[in-house]
């Protein structure tokens, strides 16, 4: 027997779902140890939506401003990664302004889309404060043009180590020289023009949360990495935003 659908607590417009899906489902972690990782977590509160996904490594944070109608207090839940997917596929077929009923039980969550439901059981147990792991003092600051940045990225990476899938950024006045090295294939470099003014800096990242980011961003436009040292976490932000509020953070790796 299907649980029966409760009353809707909140519902949100189908596009604002859409979007905020797609901006923090590549952070949920696979592994299955991580039980409470293997989600995302919505948060809704009267007059803003928010949803944050990680996996110890990276995590993508998600806001916007928007009312939500008869919501009186904060409501949160943990949605699974597959779930989403499916909740991604239903809130696709709608207009973007259609909205999408959330509700729940002791163990389902329940996502009603016109006449189209879908019933999840609900991931259990405490999501990390993800708030005392954002960035608080990165101020060194770099503006990329998204696009070269995403391409220089690709190719650098054909020759990052198997095993780590690092690439490194040097960041020097008005320029960024990303590259990578393979014991057997050997050296990548490319240099990119960037908004930088500070001293001399060498991070790393691995490869594949980086274009993971850059992938979700529309075409053209800005990126900007806040950064504080080399052994301290990033902040990637899109160069222009307005609506929605979107943040990643990655965790540097040795160099």
């Given at each position: 027997?299907?649980?029966?659908?409760?009353?809707?607590?909140?519902?949100?417009?189908?596009?604002?779902?859409?979007?905020?899906?797609?901006?923090?489902?590549?952070?949920?972690?696979?592994?299955?140890?991580?039980?409470?990782?293997?989600?995302?977590?919505?948060?809704?509160?009267?007059?803003?939506?928010?949803?944050?996904?990680?996996?110890?490594?990276?995590?993508?944070?998600?806001?916007?401003?928007?009312?939500?109608?008869?919501?009186?207090?904060?409501?949160?839940?943990?949605?699974?990664?597959?779930?989403?997917?499916?909740?991604?596929?239903?809130a696709s077929e709608g207009e973007g302004d259609t909205a999408v009923e959330i509700s729940k039980d002791e163990s389902h969550l329940?996502?009603?889309?016109?006449?189209?439901?879908?019933?999840?059981?609900?991931?259990?147990?405490?999501?990390?404060?993800?708030?005392?792991?954002?960035?608080?003092?990165?101020?060194?600051?770099?503006?990329?043009?998204?696009?070269?940045?995403?391409?220089?990225?690709?190719?650098?990476?054909?020759?990052?180590?198997?095993?780590?899938?690092?690439?490194?950024?040097?960041?020097?006045?008005?320029?960024?020289?990303?590259?990578?090295?393979?014991?057997?294939?050997?050296?990548?470099?490319?240099?990119?023009?960037?908004?930088?003014?500070?001293?001399?800096?060498?991070?790393?990242?691995?490869?594949?949360?980086?274009?993971?980011?850059?992938?979700?961003?529309?075409?053209?436009?800005?990126?900007?990495?806040?950064?504080?040292?080399?052994?301290?976490?990033?902040?990637?932000?899109?160069?222009?935003?307005?609506?929605?509020?979107?943040?990643?953070?990655?965790?540097?790796?040795?160099?």
């Amino acid at each position: 027997m299907l649980p029966a659908t409760p009353k809707p607590i909140a519902s949100l417009p189908a596009g604002v779902l859409i979007t905020m899906i797609q901006k923090t489902i590549f952070a949920i972690s696979s592994e299955e140890s991580r039980y409470t990782l293997n989600g995302a977590l919505l948060l809704l509160k009267p007059d803003s939506a928010t949803m944050v996904a990680t996996d110890g490594h990276r995590l993508a944070l998600i806001e916007r401003q928007v009312e939500i109608p008869n919501l009186k207090n904060e409501f949160r839940v943990l949605i699974p990664k597959k779930a989403m997917n499916e909740l991604l596929r239903l809130a696709s077929e709608g207009e973007g302004d259609t909205a999408v009923e959330i509700s729940k039980d002791e163990s389902h969550l329940f996502f009603a889309l016109g006449e189209r439901s879908l019933i999840s059981r609900m991931l259990t147990g405490q999501f990390p404060n993800y708030e005392a792991v954002l960035p608080r003092e990165n101020t060194r600051i770099v503006e990329l043009n998204k696009d070269a940045l995403a391409a220089a990225v690709r190719r650098v990476a054909l020759l990052a180590d198997e095993r780590s899938h690092a690439v490194r950024m040097q960041f020097d006045k008005g320029q960024v020289e990303v590259f990578a090295s393979s014991g057997e294939y050997g050296e990548a470099h490319e240099t990119l023009e960037a908004g930088y003014e500070g001293e001399t800096m060498l991070i790393g990242f691995n490869c594949q949360y980086l274009q993971d980011f850059l992938n979700v961003l529309g075409d053209g436009g800005k990126v900007r990495l806040e950064l504080k040292d080399e052994q301290s976490a990033g902040q990637l932000r899109p160069g222009d935003e307005e609506v929605y509020h979107y943040r990643y953070v990655v965790m540097p790796m040795r160099v």
